[in-house]
């Protein structure tokens, strides 16, 4: 395959806007060679006008055909029906990505009836803003050489980790729907601050920084966040009274059995997908 990719993203949603950036940042095509495809032609407009690619509204068949690597950018739901309007065009020479989450490599692989390098990417809402998490796994057709593109492309909106496919219920959890417990962590922070008499203005400040400044830390120094908690308390201090607060209500535990608990709904629609999802006569 040419050094520079031609690349259609099918649905350019949040997400696949953000790795229609991140492909751009990574220099893996130019925008002359990315094609994406929307549900409305205001979006289409929309999406063209942000990044100088051709956007359509519509059109997986014809944007599959034209590419060398096929980013599949849309929700479990209508996976199925997307993979099989374009299944006929999709070849070995090609490379699929799923972001379709709870979506089984098996299953992708039913529905296009192709023997082709199949990745399963898990990335969070944070590639938005290039801070993102993937976890990645693929199927026994992708090379190194596959493996390193598409790590380049996430690695441009973030942090990037290669699982094997068991895994990746478990990551879905945890970095997939991750954010939305910290976010929670921080509207119940502001409203703490709100409670004590700060500002709405000074406590989402706070608040927002102190998520953000105590996850660099831990990610810059590499220090086990339990022995950074530790350097924040002091004997008899203010600190250790509130966590002494939040253990008791169990916080830990529940943050814990957060991730179990969406591990497992995750691992029982990806069973309930390949159940349903005959594959094509």
Known sequence: MPEKKRIAVLGAGNMGAAMIGGILKAKVAEPGEILATTRSPERAAEVAARFGIRATAGGNREAAEQSDLVLLSVKPGVMAGVLEEIRDVLHEGQILISLAAVAP?????RLIARRMPVFRAMPNIPVVIEEGATAISSNSMATLEHRALVERIFRAVGVVCFVDEEAMDAVTALSGSGPAYVYMVIEALIAGGLKMGLSHEVATRLAEQTVLGAARLVKETGIHPAILRDQVITPGGVTISAIHELERHGLRA?????????????????????????PPE
């Open 105 to 109: 490599i098996r299953l992708i692989e």
């Open 254 to 278: 529940m943050l814990i059995s957060a991730v179990e608990t969406a591990t497992n709904h995750s691992r029982a629609r990806s069973r309930a997908l390949l159940e349903q999802t005959r």
